[in-house]
C-alpha cells in the first residue's frame, strides 16, 4: 500500500515552452501533497505544499507564477513548471501524505531537461 | 531554522562491512528524525525513524538511535550487502511536518 506515481518520468522540452508534471496516490487518499526539487548530488529542496482544494503554500525563493501547483482531488496534483529555461532542469520528486499519518510517500520522481 | 548536517560521501564498503552514517541536526523543540533510502532510479523510501530521545529505530538490519544530548541519529548497520547500494538521507520533521533533508550519503557495497 502507499504508493505514489509520478508521470512523466523524463521530459525533455524546448525552452520557453510549459511542463506538467502529474502526481498521484493510488491507494489512498492524500489531504496533503510536497513538492520537492533536488540537484544532483543535493538534498531534496521543499518547494511547496499543497492541500487538497487548497492554494499552494510555497516556500521562499520560489516563483509562484513559474512553478503552478494544483491539488485538484484527494489523489492528484500536478506541477506545472511554466516558460521553461534550461536552469529548470532538475529531478522534480512529490511526495504525499494520507489524511490520519503523519509519514509522507515519495513518488520516483521526474527529470526534466530544458534544452 | 532546522537542518541537517550528514556526511558527505561517497561511502564504498566491502560486503559485510559495518557501515555509519553520520549525521547530525539543529532544530527548535523536539523534531522527529527519519532516515530515507533512494535505490537507483527509484523514489525515496522511508527506511526507519524516531520520534523522541532515546528511541531506537530499525529495519532491514539498520539501526538508528534519536540521540538529544549529542543532537546526533547515526545509521548502521552490521553487515553491508551488495543490495544496501544507495543513496541515504537523513530528515527531520519539526511540528510544521515538512521534511527537511541532509544531503544524501551515495554507498556503493562491493562483493
Known amino acids: 500500500g502507499a504508493v505514489v506515481s509520478q508521470h512523466p518520468s523524463r521530459v525533455i522540452c524546448k525552452s520557453g515552452t510549459s511542463v506538467k508534471i502529474e502526481c498521484r496516490s493510488l491507494?489512498?487518499?492524500?489531504?496533503?501533497m510536497f513538492w520537492y526539487r533536488q540537484f544532483p548530488k543535493q538534498s531534496l529542496m521543499l518547494m511547496a505544499t499543497?492541500?487538497?482544494?487548497?492554494?499552494?503554500?510555497?516556500e521562499q525563493g520560489v516563483e509562484k507564477d513559474k512553478f503552478l501547483i494544483n491539488h485538484a482531488s484527494l489523489t492528484l496534483s500536478t506541477l506545472t513548471v511554466t516558460s521553461a529555461h534550461p536552469e529548470d532542469s532538475s529531478f522534480y520528486i512529490c511526495s504525499a501524505r494520507d489524511r490520519g499519518f503523519r509519514e509522507q510517500y515519495f513518488g520516483p520522481g521526474t527529470r526534466l531537461t530544458v534544452t | 531554522g532546522n537542518s541537517v548536517t550528514q556526511m558527505e560521501g561517497p561511502v564504498t564498503l566491502s560486503e559485510e562491512a559495518f557501515l555509519t552514517i553520520n549525521c547530525t541536526y539543529t532544530?527548535?523543540?523536539?523534531?522527529?528524525l527519519f532516515w530515507y533510502v533512494q535505490y537507483p532510479g527509484e523514489g525515496l523510501q522511508l527506511l526507519l525513524k524516531a520520534t523522541k530521545a532515546d528511541d531506537k529505530g530499525s529495519n532491514k538490519g539498520f539501526e538508528a538511535t534519536y540521540r538529544k544530548e549529542t543532537t546526533s541519529f547515526h545509521l548502521e548497520k552490521g553487515s553491508v550487502q551488495v543490495s544496501d547500494s544507495a543513496v541515504y538521507f537523513c530528515a527531520l520533521s519539526g511540528g510544521s511536518e515538512k521534511l527537511v533533508f541532509g544531503k544524501g550519503t551515495k554507498l556503493t557495497v562491493n562483493p
Open positions: 491507494d489512498f487518499q492524500a489531504t496533503t
Open positions: 499543497s492541500n487538497e482544494g487548497s492554494k499552494a503554500t510555497y
Open positions: 532544530a527548535t523543540g523536539y523534531p522527529s
